[in-house]
């Protein structure tokens, strides 16, 4: 190396020598990145660490045979970013940034790590996600979108996707879907959030929520500084004697396809919810996360289009697209529309705007009703292959709840019991799967928050000291589904 017989530090020159050699034979126009790609990531790894000094911009470009303002550019870009550091007549170092460069970020993302069949329900099948259609809407957005649509936007949604949303509510899920009542939000979440937030401003400290149900509704209201009131349901719904005993004036459901139990609010159930809200001057919160999901018959309609005005409808792309990409929307009565409007715009000032309009785009040209069909199609092979192989498998077993959504509820016969046990030999067999008393809301001390009551479906175990578990399937292709339930009967025994 030239460098070597003149410079003291030449065994560090002939490491960087070394090290950015593959990225000096780089094509013309990619060898500045590759360069400072190739150094950036040179003292990352710890292979140039704190204090190594470098070639001169000089010597390292006759060694490389490469343009010295290559060099020069790639040793100032660094130095910008920390990696190293000069001075005038001092040359280039690498500087104390390093050390801290070489962490790498957690990915906390929830998962079933290592699982040999994940029956874990909430996950829909990401690999159904229409790779190419959505970019095709993404270059076509791209190009015609209006300067000042890149501006902040209004903090309900943009216009365009707010008036594609409310025909597509109104047809498919029979809302009462006026525009200007409609919030585009980072998924459900949020908008429980700002609900939360503004039932609190108004003086209500608690909520009812469904038990068993979400356990993520807790969090979500709490975090607004909202309890949450647990209520049993029974076959029709929300148990009413408890609601009306409970004190709170709003309460979290999921009508159409109740998460977990799978059953399906009744009409008379539906109607006297509503009177119920009416009598308190009080609100339900409709989360119709798998709504459009039905195998056996047309979908409910929403519970929203029955009364407005007590009801504030939530639904996402979640369980039909991608929950990563976090969008979601209210349906919001007039009386709360102003102050869950102000919530959303000191919360984030709106939502992406490339993102609705992408959105926008993908309903308005019926890509949207395309995917749900697909999904649709999918999911409802999907749910037979279970049913079949569960039959299969653990002869005796009972499905509960309606042929809809992305779960089915199994109760196994008590032979495969005590439940504890159960668990204990699938999980060690690597099936991730959980039992219908997970989702149960905890009291004090962690114990049930109630009996359930005469009918109640919230009881954890079946009949006997049988099995109750929440099985997902939408994200799973039949062949694994069938060899999931062949492992987890093989680990149960009979």
């Given at each position: 190396m030239t460098s070597s017989g003149t410079n003291p530090d030449g065994a560090a020159g002939s490491a960087a020598w070394e090290l950015l050699l593959p990225a000096a034979t780089a094509p013309a126009r990619a060898r500045g990145r590759s360069l400072r790609d190739a150094l950036r990531e040179a003292v990352r790894s710890g292979r140039l660490v704190p204090g190594t000094r470098l070639p001169?911009?000089?010597d390292l470009a006759a060694d490389l045979g490469v343009s010295r303002g290559l060099i020069t550019e790639a040793y100032e870009q660094l130095t910008a970013e920390g990696y190293l550091r000069s001075g005038r007549g001092a040359g280039t170092w690498v500087g104390g940034a390093a050390r801290a460069a070489r962490t790498r970020a957690r990915d906390l993302a929830p998962r079933s790590a290592g699982a040999r069949a994940d029956f874990v329900?909430?996950?829909p099948d990401l690999s159904l996600f229409p790779r190419a259609a959505w970019a095709a809407a993404h270059r076509s957005v791209?190009?015609?979108?209006?300067?000042h649509d890149l501006g902040y936007p209004d903090p309900r949604g943009l216009p365009r996707l707010r008036t594609a949303l409310a025909g597509l509510l109104a047809r498919r899920r029979g809302a009462v879907a006026d525009p200007e009542r409609l919030v585009i939000v980072s998924g459900v979440a949020q908008g429980a959030a700002l609900l939360g937030s503004v039932l609190r401003s108004r003086g209500m400290r608690a909520v009812g929520v469904e038990d068993p149900g979400s356990p993520r509704h807790s969090a979500l209201y709490a975090a607004?500084?909202?309890?949450?009131?647990?209520?049993p349901l029974d076959e029709d719904g929300v148990v009413l004697a408890a609601l009306r005993r409970s004190g709170v004036r709003a309460v979290v459901t999921t009508p159409a396809h109740q998460f977990p139990t799978g059953i399906a609010c009744s009409a008379r159930r539906r109607a006297e919810l509503l009177d119920w809200a009416r009598s308190v001057d009080g609100y339900l919160f409709e989360d119709d996360y798998d709504g459009d999901f039905r195998y056996d018959r047309a979908p409910v309609g929403a519970l929203q289009g029955l009364d407005p005005e007590r009801v504030v409808y939530a639904g996402s792309i979640s369980k039909s697209l991608a929950p990563?990409?976090?969008?979601?929307?209210?349906?919001?009565?007039?009386?709360?529309?102003?102050e869950i409007v102000a919530r959303k715009l000191t919360m984030d000032l709106g939502h992406p705007t490339l993102d609705q309009a992408l959105f926008a785009h993908f309903v308005e040209r019926g890509d949207y009703d395309r995917q749900l069909r697909r999904c649709q199609r999918a999911y409802r092979e999907r749910r037979d292959a279970l049913v079949t192989a569960l039959a299969e498998?653990?002869?005796?077993?009972?499905?509960?709840?309606i042929a809809a959504g992305l779960h089915l509820i199994a109760e196994l016969p008590g032979r495969y019991g005590p439940e504890e046990r159960f668990l204990a030999r699938v999980a060690a067999a690597g099936v991730a799967v959980r039992a219908l008393a997970a989702y149960r809301h905890a009291g004090p001390g962690g114990v049930a928050a109630h009996d359930g009551g005469e009918g109640s479906v919230a009881e954890g175990g079946g009949p006997g000291g049988g099995v109750r578990l929440v099985l997902g399937y939408a994200h799973l292709p039949p062949a694994?589904?069938?060899a999931?339930?062949?492992l987890m009967a093989e680990a149960a025994g009979g």
């Open positions: 001169s911009s000089r329900p909430g996950t791209l190009a015609g979108l209006p300067h607004a500084g909202v309890s949450t009131v647990p209520l990563g990409l976090r969008l979601g929307w209210l349906l919001v009565p007039d009386s709360l529309a102003d498998h653990f002869p005796g077993a009972r499905l509960s709840g694994r589904i069938r999931g339930v062949r």
